[in-house]
């Protein structure tokens, strides 16, 4: 079956993502010299020999092979339910969307057959031809599946159901070859006929059974889409829901049926159902192609706006939309165009010239934005759960709105500019490489076959305008609020990453890999790999641990390191190393969860990358565990460790601040960039057993894994630095408004902390603000200092609630989790903030001032 879509989920099999299935418990080292790397739970999967092939499946074997077989299939049984709980709130959104299609189509037939019709008997026929056949096949779906999810156990069967509803899959045969009718004749309806077009742009489709009143607007177009976008779901539903059933299970056979007539039946129609191509007729018959269209920010005139680009076959066009009133359709004005003949990346004139910089906006006011997002969020859903009125709920979705159009207009820093032969330049801005990577290679592949210059009259250029609102492809600015109901909110918690490998390079470069992560819409760098010199197969086996938030989407460029500037291309001046290959794999919850390492293949542009992926989510995350091993330091209270090394503050402290300060002040990102894991987990095993070895082995490793060494410490104190007592306590303090009561209680509640904690704390507080002072060199403020450290020091070892079964209950809580977070952050922010701290009780005194050890 043709891939449906370019980012497959990372649980199916396609070209986008090839997991392999080879053994992952292989203790000796590689012929070609690999490095082992331990495959026991805390730590990462070998990569296996060259030898072995790789094969399309979809899933991986479980690395940790001691599991019994009982406790699997508990497992497998209980994600039965929850996936199923998800297909039952898929099905009642999809049921809505089939609701609001048939809500007007009754009084427009009647009113057809009457002397003032909104349109025709045929036309009503044409445009909702088959809609009620498929609401009430999915109906009796809905009604037949609801009990059985309700009424749970394990033995439960409901392949019968989902056989059923892939043998009537036919129905959407006749709706997908109306479908192209459907549209056309809507739209002529819509030109023909202003009450229809009223109509058509203002459907109502209601939110849940429990927010009845809540209604949200789609146009008729965008619903005729549903079933389309449906039935191309069908075989990932089926996936999800048979990997969770053990192959004993009655439903096994059932859905093993169902899932095979559903892809035999979306392999007769794929090619139908994709997406046709957009385009208008110019002069001669030619026809003009819409190729690519998104939002991107522009910097005019110093500011930044947020513009719909449009590339066409033959040009690109910036357009912004129009404020819209009430009731009225969408509507552009064109600010520029560009002829693709005309377009280059560098200004003709000189080749060198980086034209102007890009201003960007602090990291503290990004974090301001992000904290107000995560508290407008929890104010919505604390408005839902307490049915209060359509007004106040309206208010808060305005303000959602607005701050997140702010962070996603000042958000990104990397440009992308392009140049008119004629002398004109503009500039847009994106938030990751990936993004100005695809715009750059679409208009230069389209500029293959444009040789010839030309200009549109007013009227032409008028015309293309309008014709942007029927072809535009990105509907909606990409903002939470604009999320279907159905559409996942993302996964938050920590993404282990091992990037392996890669094959496929013609002549040997400088390589290494980065990778990014969606973040409030927009993407951010998160980890880079250590450059592989003159090499066509490097093998970096280099393992990261990003922070997720609401992220969907993993992605990873594979650059080629230029060491001689000399040698860029002029229109490369913005690409310092040159991009080799580009992949990105959409994050599956479902897979992810498993805990278990998974092994993918990543093809882009003909290269290879092998990598393993493992999701740990933020409510097991944030929970601190005790060290077995009371005899090393990772994990051991940190009274004992004082103790048993007769000192103030722990060795292991003191040996990291001090190799940072000596080469690390200037580290761009320091703290902040992922070091590799492995050198971490090298460290830590080497401090736990022989401070020596550590500072041996610490000479000759890169600071940033050096920073992370000290940060897991923190992280995997059995209780917080700062205590779980007191926690409850600097909380609340934080959030007084009175600057004099605050200082006070924030001092007072310091001093009562246990010495050990006191005098760490002290010593690492003066080292981060001599970080600090070099943010001019390594961009790290007082703020990123704190959004690094402030949950590392402050998270509680237990939550007042206990961890739920139910992922999806976990995400819904992920407000929550970023508004304590934040205050996390605050308290520490605070203390970097303070020149200097008073003079306790004299018992204390020599304490607080002395940060010699």
Same mark, same amino acid.
């Given at each position: 079956?043709? %891939?449906?879509?370019?980012?497959?989920?990372?649980?199916?099999?396609?070209?986008?993502?090839?997991?392999?299935?080879?053994?992952?418990?292989?203790?000796?080292?590689?012929?070609?010299?690999?490095?082992?790397?331990?495959?026991?739970?805390?730590?990462?999967?070998?990569?296996?020999?060259?030898?072995? =092939?790789?094969?399309?499946?979809?899933?991986?074997?479980?690395?940790?092979?001691?599991?019994?077989?009982?406790?699997?299939?508990?497992?497998?049984?209980?994600?039965?339910?929850?996936?199923?709980?998800?297909?039952?709130?898929?099905?009642?959104?999809?049921?809505? $969307?089939?609701?609001?299609?048939?809500?007007?189509?009754?009084?427009?037939?009647?009113?057809?057959?009457?002397?003032?019709?909104?349109?025709?008997?045929?036309?009503?026929?044409?445009?909702?031809?088959?809609?009620?056949?498929?609401?009430?096949?999915?109906?009796?779906?809905?009604?037949?599946?609801?009990?059985?999810?309700?009424?749970?156990?394990?033995?439960?069967?409901?392949?019968?159901?989902?056989?059923?509803?892939? +043998?009537?899959?036919?129905?959407?045969?006749?709706?997908?070859?109306?479908?192209?009718?459907?549209?056309?004749?809507?739209?002529?309806? %819509?030109?023909?006929?202003?009450?229809?077009?009223?109509?058509?742009?203002?459907?109502?489709?209601?939110?849940?059974?429990? @927010?009845?009143?809540?209604?949200?607007?789609?146009?008729?177009?965008?619903?005729?889409?549903?079933?389309?976008?449906?039935?191309?779901?069908?075989?990932?539903?089926?996936?999800?829901?048979?990997?969770?059933?053990?192959?004993?299970?009655?439903?096994?056979?059932?859905?093993?049926?169902?899932?095979?007539?559903?892809?035999?039946?979306?392999?007769?129609? &794929?090619?139908?159902?994709?997406?046709?191509?957009?385009?208008?007729?110019?002069?001669?018959?030619?026809?003009?192609?819409?190729?690519?269209?998104?939002?991107?920010?522009?910097?005019?005139?110093?500011?930044?706006?947020?513009?719909?680009?449009?590339?066409?076959?033959?040009?690109?066009?910036?357009?912004?939309?129009?404020?819209?009133?009430?009731?009225?359709?969408?509507?552009?004005?064109?600010?520029?165009?560009?002829?693709?003949?005309?377009?280059?990346?560098?200004?003709?004139?000189?080749?060198?010239?980086?034209?102007?910089?890009?201003?960007?906006?602090?990291?503290?006011?990004?974090?301001?934005?992000?904290?107000?997002?995560?508290?407008?969020? &929890?104010?919505?859903?604390?408005?839902?759960?307490?049915?209060?009125?359509?007004?106040?709920?309206?208010?808060?979705?305005?303000?959602?709105?607005?701050?997140?159009?702010?962070?996603?207009?000042?958000?990104?820093? @990397?440009?992308?500019?392009?140049?008119?032969?004629?002398?004109?330049?503009?500039?847009?801005?994106?938030?990751?490489? !990936?993004?100005?990577?695809?715009?750059?290679?679409?208009?230069?592949?389209?500029?293959?076959?444009? *040789?010839? +210059?030309?200009?549109?009259?007013?009227?032409?250029?008028?015309?293309?305008?309008?014709?942007?609102?029927?072809?535009?492809?990105?509907?909606?600015?990409?903002?939470?609020?604009?999320?279907?109901?159905?559409?996942?909110?993302?996964?938050?918690? *920590?993404?282990?990453?091992?990037?392996?490998?890669?094959?496929?390079?013609?002549?040997?470069?400088?390589?290494?890999?980065?990778?990014?992560?969606?973040?409030?819409? !927009?993407?951010?760098?998160?980890?880079?790999?250590?450059? !592989?010199?003159?090499?066509?197969?490097?093998?970096?086996?280099?393992?990261?641990?990003?922070?997720?938030?609401?992220?969907?989407?993993?992605?990873?460029?594979?650059?080629?390191?230029?060491?001689?500037?000399?040698?860029?291309?002029?229109?490369?001046?913005?690409?310092?190393?040159?991009?080799?290959?580009?992949?990105?794999?959409?994050?599956?919850?479902?897979?992810?969860?498993?805990?278990?390492?998974?092994? =993918?293949?990543?093809?882009?542009?003909?290269?290879?990358?092998?990598?393993?992926?493992?999701?740990? +989510?933020?409510?097991?995350?944030?929970?601190? @565990?005790?060290?077995?091993?009371?005899?090393?330091?990772?994990?051991?209270?940190?009274?004992?460790?004082?103790?048993?090394?007769?000192?103030?503050?722990?060795?292991?402290?003191?040996? %990291?601040?001090?190799?940072?300060?000596?080469?690390?002040?200037?580290?761009?990102?320091?703290?902040?960039?992922?070091?590799?894991?492995?050198?971490?987990?090298?460290?830590?095993?080497?401090?736990?057993?022989?401070?020596?070895?550590?500072?041996?082995?610490?000479?000759?490793?890169?600071?940033?894994?050096?920073?992370?060494?000290?940060?897991?410490?923190?992280?995997?104190?059995?209780?917080?630095?700062?205590?779980?007592?007191?926690?409850?306590? *600097?909380?609340?303090?934080?959030?007084?408004?009175?600057?004099?009561?605050?200082?006070?209680?924030?001092?007072?509640?310091?001093?009562?902390?246990?010495?050990?904690?006191?005098?760490?704390?002290? *010593?690492?507080?003066? $080292?981060?603000?001599?970080? =600090?002072?070099?943010?001019?060199?390594?961009?790290?403020?007082?703020?990123?200092?704190?959004?690094?450290?402030?949950?590392?020091?402050?998270?509680?070892?237990?939550?007042?609630?206990?961890?739920?079964?139910?992922?999806?209950?976990?995400?819904?809580?992920?407000?929550?989790?970023?508004?304590?977070?934040?205050?996390?952050?605050?308290?520490?922010?605070?203390?970097?903030?303070?020149?200097?701290?008073?003079?306790?009780?004299?018992?204390?005194?020599?304490?607080?001032?002395?940060?010699?050890?």
């Amino acid at each position: 079956m043709r %891939c449906l879509k370019p980012d497959m989920p990372f649980n199916m099999a396609s070209p986008g993502c090839v997991f392999e299935n080879e053994r992952t418990d292989e203790r000796m080292p590689t012929q070609d010299g690999m490095p082992y790397i331990d495959d026991s739970p805390s730590s990462s999967p070998q990569l296996s020999s060259k030898g072995k =092939a790789c094969r399309d499946v979809a899933l991986t074997v479980p690395l940790d092979a001691g599991k019994s077989a009982v406790r699997d299939s508990d497992k497998g049984l209980e994600m039965r339910k929850w996936v199923l709980s998800g297909i039952l709130t898929s099905e009642e959104t999809y049921l809505s $969307h089939l609701e609001a299609l048939l809500l007007p189509m009754k009084p427009l037939r009647a009113a057809a057959t009457t002397s003032q019709p909104v349109i025709s008997v045929q036309q009503v026929d044409i445009i909702f031809f088959r809609v009620p056949e498929l609401y009430q096949v999915h109906r009796e779906f809905y009604q037949a599946l609801q009990p059985r999810v309700q009424q749970w156990i394990h033995s439960q069967c409901v392949g019968d159901l989902f056989q059923k509803l892939a +043998s009537q899959l036919g129905v959407y045969r006749a709706f997908v070859d109306n479908y192209k009718s459907a549209v056309e004749t809507a739209e002529r309806c %819509c030109q023909g006929n202003a009450q229809f077009a009223e109509i058509s742009e203002n459907l109502k489709v209601r939110s849940s059974k429990e @927010m009845k009143e809540q209604a949200s607007k789609h146009t008729l177009e965008a619903l005729l889409y549903k079933p389309v976008d449906r039935v191309t779901r069908s075989t990932l539903v089926l996936h999800d829901l048979l990997k969770h059933t053990p192959t004993n299970h009655p439903d096994y056979p059932l859905l093993q049926d169902a899932l095979r007539i559903s892809q035999s039946f979306l392999s007769s129609i &794929n090619e139908e159902i994709t997406p046709r191509r957009q385009s208008v007729t110019v002069k001669k018959g030619e026809s003009r192609q819409l190729v690519k269209d998104g939002f991107l920010v522009e910097l005019a005139e110093g500011t930044r706006k947020l513009r719909h680009v449009f590339l066409f076959t033959d040009l690109l066009l910036c357009a912004k939309l129009k404020k819209q009133a009430p009731g009225k359709p969408q509507q552009y004005d064109c600010k520029w165009y560009i002829p693709l003949a005309d377009l280059s990346f560098q200004h003709p004139e000189d080749m060198y010239d980086t034209g102007q910089p890009v201003p960007v906006v602090p990291d503290e006011d990004i974090e301001a934005m992000k904290i107000k997002i995560s508290q407008i969020k &929890n104010d919505v859903q604390r408005e839902k759960k307490g049915g209060k009125s359509n007004k106040a709920l309206e208010r808060l979705r305005k303000k959602l709105s607005e701050q997140e159009s702010l962070l996603l207009l000042t958000s990104p820093t @990397m440009p992308l500019r392009v140049h008119n032969r004629n002398g004109k330049s503009f500039m847009f801005i994106t938030s990751s490489d !990936y993004e100005r990577a695809e715009w750059r290679e679409a208009m230069r592949e389209q500029q293959k076959k444009c *040789f010839k +210059s030309f200009a549109l009259s007013s009227v032409e250029l008028q015309m293309l305008t309008n014709s942007c609102v029927k072809l535009q492809t990105v509907h909606s600015i990409p903002l939470t609020i604009n999320k279907e109901d159905d559409e996942s909110p993302g996964l938050y918690g *920590f993404l282990n990453i091992i990037v392996h490998s890669a094959s496929g390079f013609r002549q040997s470069a400088n390589l290494y890999c980065t990778l990014e992560v969606d973040s409030y819409g !927009y993407f951010v760098n998160k980890a880079k790999t250590r450059v !592989y010199r003159d090499t066509t197969e490097p093998n970096w086996n280099e393992e990261f641990e990003i922070e997720l938030e609401g992220s969907q989407t993993l992605r990873l460029l594979c650059y080629d390191k230029c060491y001689d500037k000399a040698k860029l291309g002029k229109d490369e001046a913005e690409n310092v190393d040159k991009i080799m290959g580009k992949g990105q794999i959409q994050l599956d919850l479902g897979v992810l969860q498993e805990k278990d390492w998974q092994r =993918a293949v990543l093809p882009m542009n003909g290269i290879e990358v092998k990598l393993s992926v493992k999701f740990t +989510s933020r409510e097991f995350s944030l929970k601190r @565990m005790p060290s077995r091993k009371q005899t090393g330091v990772y994990g051991v209270k940190i009274g004992v460790v004082t103790k048993r090394e007769r000192s103030k503050v722990p060795y292991l402290v003191r040996q %990291c601040v001090e190799e940072i300060e000596k080469r690390g002040l200037d580290e761009v990102g320091i703290y902040r960039v992922s070091g590799v894991a492995t050198d971490i987990q090298a460290l830590k095993a080497a401090f736990d057993s022989n401070d020596k070895d550590a500072s041996v082995l610490m000479s000759d490793m890169d600071v940033n894994a050096i920073a992370g060494a000290l940060k897991l410490y923190f992280r995997e104190l059995p209780e917080p630095l700062f205590t779980d007592e007191l926690y409850p306590s *600097f909380v609340e303090a934080i959030a007084l408004s009175e600057p004099v009561a605050k200082e006070s209680c924030m001092l007072n509640i310091l001093q009562t902390l246990p010495e050990p904690n006191l005098n760490t704390f002290l *010593f690492l507080l003066a $080292h981060l603000k001599r970080v =600090a002072e070099m943010e001019p060199v390594n961009k790290m403020s007082l703020h990123n200092l704190a959004t690094v450290f402030g949950p590392t020091l402050l998270r509680p070892s237990e939550k007042d609630t206990k961890i739920v079964a139910n992922p999806a209950v976990a995400i819904t809580m992920s407000d929550s989790w970023s508004l304590e977070v934040m205050s996390q952050v605050q308290v520490l922010l605070y203390f970097l903030q303070l020149e200097s701290i008073p003079k306790p009780d004299s018992k204390r005194q020599s304490l607080l001032f002395s940060t010699e050890v």
